[in-house]
């Protein structure tokens, strides 16, 4: 079936540091979600992508919807302490379809 | 107003035993959607509803799995005689009726653990 591959897998950084991540699939896809899960919750919808080329902020996240519609980048400037946790991109698995298929994450740790 | 809750929130269960998750999407949603998210996974999609019909049940793994919305509100997703591998936490979502695509608000889940 369709997958979405995340990278990195996890990341390390320092206070203040700008981070980077991209999720990429063998198949187009036509929206793009990206979602954050802290310990313990439900996963919260960050950005929503849905022409390729698109680019859209929310605060210091930026996220990018790729040009050959197979990839999508998510950027976070100057992180924060509350940044730390679980970054999914997903996507739904069909065109129109409901269900939505998940990345493997991205698990970003921040160093104070 | 109230997000979609889930109880219970932790679940611990002996092999062979039936199980009961229950789901209290979000006031007024139609949609609602059971995944399953392994240790160190993405969420994975087990079945949606509509109001109370289930269009998809793909993703339900076994015949041990079943999921129920009789009144297109509150859903419980069933599995029976339980096995070490549905250890997971299960995920309900729940989307209105006119949204943009594919935005669903996730409950806090249920953390199943089969000994």
């Known amino acids: 079936g369709q997958q979405l591959n995340q990278s990195p897998q996890s990341m390390f950084i320092q206070e203040g540091e700008d981070v980077s991540m991209n999720c990429t699939s063998s198949?187009?896809?036509?929206?793009w979600l990206w979602y954050k899960q802290d310990p313990g919750e439900g996963p919260v919808l960050l950005i929503a992508l849905y022409k390729a080329g698109e680019l859209t902020s929310n605060g210091r996240l930026t996220a990018q919807f790729g040009i050959t519609r197979k990839d999508s980048f998510l950027n976070i400037s100057a992180s924060i302490p509350s940044d730390v946790g679980i970054y999914f991109c997903a996507g739904p698995i069909i065109q129109g379809a409901q269900k939505l298929v998940f990345g493997q994450g991205t698990r970003l740790t921040i160093n104070p | 107003g109230a997000g979609v809750s889930q109880s219970p929130r932790y679940k611990v269960a002996k092999r062979g035993q039936d199980v009961a998750l229950r789901c209290d999407p979000i006031?007024?949603?139609?949609?609602l959607f059971w995944y399953q998210q392994a240790l160190g996974q993405g969420p994975e999609f087990l079945t949606y509803?509509?109001?109370?019909?289930?269009?998809?049940k793909s993703g339900l793994p076994s015949d041990r799995f079943f999921a129920e919305r009789p009144e297109g509100s509150v859903s419980t997703l069933k599995i029976q005689r339980t096995q070490q591998e549905d250890s997971a936490v299960y995920l309900c979502a729940s989307s209105p009726r006119f949204v943009p695509h594919n935005e669903q608000f996730f409950g806090p889940g249920t953390r199943l653990t089969v000994l």
């Open positions: 198949s187009i896809f036509n929206t």
């Open positions: 006031s007024g949603h139609v949609s």
């Open positions: 509803f509509q109001n109370e019909a289930q269009l998809d």
